[in-house]
């Protein structure tokens, strides 16, 4: 009987973990990129026994294969998926393709932001409790090879919207979702309604033995499931109401209610992470420990001496007196607008890269109220000079993130920040939003 083929396209983490995983199953597996491979790619993909082809893809045997797991990267508009979608050739994502062979306990997280944190936040607090658990995901780690080389009892899942797409049968025991803002809508049509869908596919195949932790102060959220109910025990998260179920806020400490079993967890201003969207990220981090059993103490020690993540609203330095702060991964202006809320003192805000068709019209309260001057960092600004030109002047630009961090420190004074938060994608002048953060840390480092 001859070998199912598989193909996958794209050869970045995500692409390698489907191959070493579909080459463990028995599949014959090709890894397919359009663009040109790196020499590390190259040679890991050798080392399994992989076949590879770059800056291409061979149409006759891709639409020859029995299964496609696509990079969540790659859109399905570009003609190639069509073709498969057209002859009925299963396109899938990394996430679906390692849940099939995948026995552990998942929870998966997804929304517009906060999703990194929230997933750090709850393999931090399993890990403290002695699980034998992985973070993997849209935070840099691949599903796919966890499964293959060192299968965990429990997955803590970072999906993007790309990656629920193309996911059908895959079913999380603990599914969240943290808010839904205006994010990637040119991968939606300009479509608000079908990335909320999109978002909303982490409910799918759930029944009442899973659970689903949601935000109710998110009115997207609220409004759509007002119209679709969901089939799992669902335990709302709320800032500003207080409940019977779910997660709320009593006289400033966390309550926490799963099956009639309410807990007061710890004081909110012992949380290591400040600011409104940690503290919900926090209590929807604690609302899945406690469904797993987890005590109290071990959450309230977990979120007081929990690390954020890299790039984001990372400290880089203090010099004479000016704090330089990396938000690279704010690739949107929601979560810009969770940087600019949460600034304490005058700041000098470096923005700018590749725009989703952003609406900046959200951020000029903040902007009014703690920016002193604008650096833009990106090929195209104009959209961005045009939003603040009344607001804030002179606004500079800069082609590069040591040029960036030169003229920030130029016009900051002492007692300002500096905040790299661009709302906008790496791609015009950086490899990614890593990439960018990196650069920005080593300019700072070198003023």
Excluded at 108 to 120: E, M, V, Y
Excluded at 213 to 231: F, G, R, V, W
Excluded at 364 to 378: A, R, Y
Excluded at 411 to 420: D, E, P, Q, S, T
Aim: charged share 25%.
């Amino acid at each position: 009987m001859s070998k199912k083929q598989l193909v996958i396209m794209g050869a970045g983490k995500s692409g390698y973990g489907a191959a070493l995983l579909g080459k463990k199953e028995g599949y014959n597996v090709l890894v397919s990129d359009s663009n040109s491979i790196s020499d590390g790619s190259k040679e890991a993909l050798n080392k399994i026994g992989v076949e590879w082809e770059e800056n291409g893809h061979s149409q006759d045997r891709i639409l020859a294969s029995d299964l496609v797991v696509k990079s969540p990267g790659i859109s399905d508009e570009q003609a190639i998926i069509k073709s498969l979608d057209k002859n009925k050739i299963p396109v899938i994502s990394e996430i679906e393709f390692a849940g099939r062979y995948c026995n552990g306990f998942k929870i998966c997280i997804t929304g517009s932001n906060g999703k990194t944190t929230t997933t750090l936040m709850i393999h931090h607090i399993l890990s403290n409790a002695g699980l034998d658990v992985a973070a993997v995901g849209n935070v840099g780690y691949s599903y796919a090879q966890s499964v293959a080389e060192n299968p965990k009892d429990y997955y803590v899942i970072e999906l993007s919207s790309f990656q629920l797409d193309r996911m059908y049968e895959f079913k999380a025991d603990i599914g969240l979702l943290l808010n839904i803002t205006p994010d990637h809508l040119d991968r939606y049509n300009n479509s608000f309604k079908s990335y909320t869908h999109s978002k909303f596919r982490i409910l799918q195949n759930l029944t009442p033995s899973e659970h689903f932790i949601y935000n109710q102060d998110d009115e997207a959220i609220t409004s759509y499931l007002e119209k679709n109910q969901s089939s799992a025990t669902n335990h709302p998260v709320s800032i500003s109401k207080i409940n019977q179920k779910g997660a709320w806020i009593e006289n400033e400490n966390i309550q926490i209610n799963i099956n009639q079993k309410k807990q007061s967890i710890m004081s909110i201003h012992q949380l290591a992470q400040q600011g409104k969207h940690n503290l919900f990220n926090s209590m929807a981090s604690g609302i899945a420990a406690r469904v797993l059993d987890i005590r109290k103490e071990i959450i309230r020690d977990s979120l007081s001496d929990f690390q954020n993540v890299e790039h984001r609203l990372e400290h880089v330095a203090k010099i004479h007196g000016i704090d330089f702060i990396n938000d690279s991964k704010a690739t949107n202006v929601n979560s810009t607008w969770y940087a600019l809320e949460s600034m304490q003192k005058p700041t000098i805000w470096i923005v700018g890269g590749v725009d989703k068709g952003n609406d900046y019209s959200m951020l000029e309260g903040l902007v009014k109220q703690k920016v002193l001057g604008i650096v833009c960092l990106g090929t195209k600004n104009d959209k961005i000079k045009k939003s603040f030109k009344n607001i804030v002047e002179p606004i500079h630009e800069a082609k590069s993130a040591s040029e960036a961090v030169r003229l920030s420190y130029r016009i900051a004074k002492k007692g300002y920040n500096v905040l790299l938060s661009p709302a906008c994608a790496s791609f015009d002048l950086f490899e990614d939003f890593e990439d960018r953060g990196h650069q920005f840390k080593k300019a700072v480092r070198s003023l």
